[in-house]
C-alpha cells in the first residue's frame, strides 16, 4: 500500500490562497509515502517574485525537512507565469515532474506506483490528450493530470476529456488540477480535484 497525500492548485499569490504554510501544517499531520501536487502552484494574477521563493522553499520543505518525494505538474497558470519554461523553478533532489509537454510515466525511486502526468503547456491549453495516457492492466497507477475535464465547473476548460476517458485507463486513482471548488468525481478508485485549501489521503 503507497499512501499519497495529493494538492492542487495553491495559486501561490491570490488573496484566497492559503499559502505554503497551510501545505506545511496539513503535511505535518500525515505521514504518506509520496506527495502529488496537480498544477497551479502560482496565481499568474498576483504572484510576485516572493512567492517564486516561497514556492521553491515549501517544495525545498516537503523534499528536505520531511525526506518525502513529490510529483508534480505544470498548470495553467505556472505556465502563463513562465515557469515550466527556461528552468525558472530551480531543479530540487526529490521533486519529478514531465521534462516535456507530453504525457510521461514518471517513477519514484522506492515508490511502487507508476505516476502518468503531463504538464500544460500554453495559457489556453485545449489538447486532447488522454488517448496518451497509457491504459494500465494491474494495479499501481495514478494519473496527475490538470483537466477541466468536459467543462462544466469551469469557464476556461483546460486539457479537456471525459470521465469517462479517465474512468477507462484502469488507474488507482487520477489526482486532477485546475477546479478550485473540491470535488470528487469518482470515489474508488479516486477521480477528483481536491480544490483550493484541501489535501486529499489515498492509497493505492
Ligand atoms: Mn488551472
Not at 505556465?79 to 515532474?97: E, L, M, T, W
Amino acid at each position: 500500500m503507497t499512501k499519497i497525500a495529493a494538492f492542487a492548485d495553491l495559486h501561490l499569490g491570490a488573496h484566497y490562497a492559503p499559502g505554503s504554510d497551510w501545505v506545511k501544517a496539513e503535511l505535518s499531520q500525515r505521514n504518506p509515502d509520496v506527495v502529488v501536487f496537480a498544477g497551479d502552484l502560482f496565481d499568474r494574477h498576483t504572484a510576485l517574485a516572493e512567492h517564486e521563493q516561497e514556492g521553491a522553499a515549501l517544495f525545498r520543505w516537503i523534499t528536505q525537512e520531511r525526506q518525502l518525494p513529490v510529483v508534480m505538474i505544470w498548470g495553467n497558470h505556472d505556465v502563463a507565469k513562465g515557469f515550466a519554461f527556461h528552468n525558472r523553478f530551480p531543479a530540487i533532489d526529490g521533486v519529478y515532474r514531465p521534462e516535456s509537454f507530453e504525457v510521461e510515466s514518471i517513477e519514484v525511486p522506492g515508490v511502487p506506483v507508476v505516476f502518468h502526468a503531463v504538464n500544460v503547456q500554453k495559457k489556453r491549453d485545449k489538447r486532447e490528450l488522454i488517448d496518451d495516457f497509457p491504459a494500465a492492466h494491474e494495479p499501481g497507477h495514478v494519473g496527475v493530470f490538470h483537466t477541466g475535464l468536459t467543462g462544466e465547473y469551469t469557464k476556461n476548460n483546460c486539457l479537456p476529456a471525459s470521465l469517462d476517458d479517465l474512468s477507462a485507463k484502469g488507474y488507482d486513482a487520477w489526482v486532477l488540477g485546475h477546479i478550485h471548488a473540491p470535488k470528487t468525481l469518482r470515489e474508488e478508485p479516486y477521480i477528483g480535484w481536491p480544490g483550493v485549501g484541501r489535501m486529499v489521503d489515498l492509497e493505492v
